[in-house]
């Protein structure tokens, strides 16, 4: 009989496991599906890391039986946050380096290079951050200080936006730059017969090429801490703009041992090895990589005087700025991409370039289509350009914070006329009935709760303009959900898979402590997330 009695408990706990039919039951919520009827829920169940019900506790309990069960206590879900246009390995990267992004002087760029310098005494000094639009003179600083502090050694840092680099003469020492040498689609500050430092656009290749590749553990710490950080904010997949195809195993290696668990979308940059490897091996698609996009940069950024416009800048005569690359080269680009059926994501900031890849589109996609071709940015468009969105169902990809960072200065580079037609979001998801949304960090704050802000009410941070900045394209709270969610999705050819809560799709939310879609505007910056989840695995909980 002594012996029955193991065996008989072995039995009657297999009996109970079997009683469960779902791991995971989510209850008590005011759950927002985001569905095609945006309609709300209180409950839904997750098996085997997907969604399987979607409705009341009640009925929902009567049916299923999960292993863990999470009341809500009345808080707000949603699908997990899909950051439409970011590069989350240069934000990675970043954490690893020298931060410039608080800083509100040259003095400070200065003070924290040189902390960081003591810090890591070895080897270049990157750094990435500063803006001179944020400091009292507004103008870009020389070298000259760098040179005093770093006389040997090698220092290059990034403006915010990534088109701009200020760097001391070792490095331009390194990378043979002499004064008054040119290069097309960039641009190297020489005044006076004097290097100043300052090298924009496709002339920071030229001392970037020279900096020593990260090791694997530095590749490895910059996806991760890039994550962790994620999650935070309730991020579940990212669009990664304009990877090397190298990076594409790093990616597959770090998801398959289980250690990057955030999904990613990844565009390969435009250049010759990428379209080689890509067309070779086809769309590549896993449940956390999904890799069918090329990212290709048609012109600069305002910020820099980067951004190529039909008429001169308003604060700097004589001075359009230019495109990166000659017309034939986008065309060639586009004409492929459509015959190997890859999508093409185009940056284009001013009315110039977006009017250049409007009518290379067009002429590439012939009427309406599906393939999903998208103009990262969709900045500043001339009226008369507005129409090819909808025409040739092209997808305008817009990051709201860029319009609230750049409200301050906008209007000095384009002048009223101009500033009317640029950050046009309203307009421009009209166009398709649908558009997604991102941040472009490290350029702007990784935050979503600060594009779904930015975006209803058009402010910064400090409540500022009192009224709200070009209110007449604020979205309604619904579409920067959906920005943020399904259309993010959809921009991505994943909408069937993620972006919102609905029976067959990924089990990827978020839990608020606030409902966004009914507390004060004032309020929404200040939204914490309180839970994200992939798979129905919790990868993140508050503090």
Known sequence: MKKLIPVLLILLAACKQK???ADLLIKNAVVYTVDSKFSTA????VSAGKIIAVGKADTLEEKYKAREVIDAGGKSVYPGFIDAHAHFYEYGLGLQEASLTKTKSWKEVLDSVSAYGQRNPEGWIVGAGWDQNKWTTKQFPDKAQL????????????????????????????????????????????????LTGIMIDNAQGIVTRKIPPPTDQITQSAFLDAQTNCFAVGLTTVDDCGLPYTMVNTIEQLQHKGALKMRMYVMLSDNQENFEYLFKRGVYKTPGLDVRAFKVYADGALGSRGACLLQPYDDQKNWKGFLLSSQKHFEEVATKLAAKGFQMCTHAIGDSANRVMLKIYAAALKGKNDRRWRIEHSQIISPEDMKYFGDYNIIPSVQPTHATSDMYWAGTRLGAKRLKTAYAYKQLLEQNGWMPLGTDFPVENINPMYTFYAAVERKDLKGYPEGGFQMENALSRQQALQGMTIWAAKANFEEKEKGSIEPGKYADFVILDSDIMKIKGADLPNVKVLKTFINGEKVYEKK
């Open 42 to 45: 209180d409950a839904f169940v």
């Open 147 to 194: 040179d005093s502090l770093f006389p040997a050694r090698p220092v290059i840092l990034s403006r915010i936006d990534g088109h701009a680099i200020i760097v001391n003469q070792a490095a331009l020492n390194i990378a043979g730059v002499k004064p008054g040498q040119t290069i097309a689609g960039g641009k190297i500050e020489t005044i006076n017969g004097k």
């Open 19 to 21: 009683d469960y039919n």
